[in-house]
């Protein structure tokens, strides 16, 4: 079965820093996720990231995936305020696209000014 | 236009009452989804419609009953809820690529559920 797990689960960071948040997943996958949250709010697509290596950047987030390690790192670049909000991982449990994905528990956020 | 709509956006229901919730996309995707989330918590899978047909349904209890009336809604009909039942309901959707293969779910706003 596979696990996904996010750490941190919290992060308290002041505006300017940079952070990584990690996603470990305990199976063989090629299709991760990263999605964000604001309170009360759905749930926004970041990036997917489809093979090995991949590395994608919007503003001051950038997400990578390495499927060896069955890693994917989101780092945060002169954080601000805006960027408070939960975010989640989800993996994609078969080679090449699955209707069931497996979230992590996510990691929220605060930028502080 | 990566557009889902929910509606209402609020509901609030007696535990003996029957409502139900609308999702709708005119992406032209053909898997749709109806998610739980709880507070601080990642969203739940409950059910999964593919080219209109259920496809996957996470063991969920017989008083939530999905339906899906053309490749554009899907409905979610409640009845008899418990106060637990009490959460945010995402509904999603994503193209089919080949085979089983799905891309990008794209979140509708949710329908806030109470059950008092």
């Known amino acids: 079965e596979l696990k996904v797990e996010q750490n941190p689960l919290f992060l308290s960071m002041q505006e300017g820093k940079n952070y990584t948040i990690y996603c470990n997943y305990s199976?063989?996958?090629?299709?991760l996720y990263w999605y964000r949250q604001d309170p009360g709010k759905s749930l926004e697509s970041l990036f997917v990231?489809?093979?090995?290596?991949a590395v994608k950047q919007e503003g001051r987030l950038m997400a990578s995936l390495d499927t060896k390690a069955r890693l994917s790192t989101l780092h945060i670049t002169a954080a601000v305020h805006d960027l408070s909000a939960t975010y989640f991982c989800?993996?994609?449990?078969?080679?090449?696209?699955?209707?069931?994905?497996?979230f992590g528990k996510g990691t929220k956020l605060t930028v502080n000014p | 236009d990566t557009e889902v709509t929910q509606t209402p956006k609020h509901l609030v229901m007696g535990m003996t009452n029957k409502k139900s919730l609308k999702c709708e996309q005119h992406?032209?995707?053909?898997?749709m989804y109806w998610y739980k989330q709880k507070a601080k918590k990642p969203p739940e899978l409950m059910f999964v419609?593919?080219?209109?047909?259920?496809?996957i349904n996470e063991s969920v209890p017989s008083r939530f009953s999905p339906e899906c009336p053309n490749s554009s809604l899907l409905n979610l009909h409640l009845h008899a809820l418990q106060p637990e039942d009490s959460a945010l309901y995402l509904c999603?959707?994503?193209?089919?690529?080949?085979?089983?293969?799905?891309?990008?779910?794209?979140f509708g706003p949710g329908t806030r559920l109470t059950v008092l």
């Open positions: 999603a959707s994503s193209r089919r690529l080949a085979g089983t293969n799905t891309d990008t779910q794209y």
């Open positions: 199976t063989t996958s090629d299709r």
């Open positions: 990231l489809l093979s090995n290596g």
């Open positions: 989800a993996v994609d449990p078969s080679q090449g696209g699955s209707e069931k994905l497996v």
């Open positions: 992406m032209g995707h053909r898997a």
């Open positions: 419609y593919s080219y209109e047909k259920l496809s």
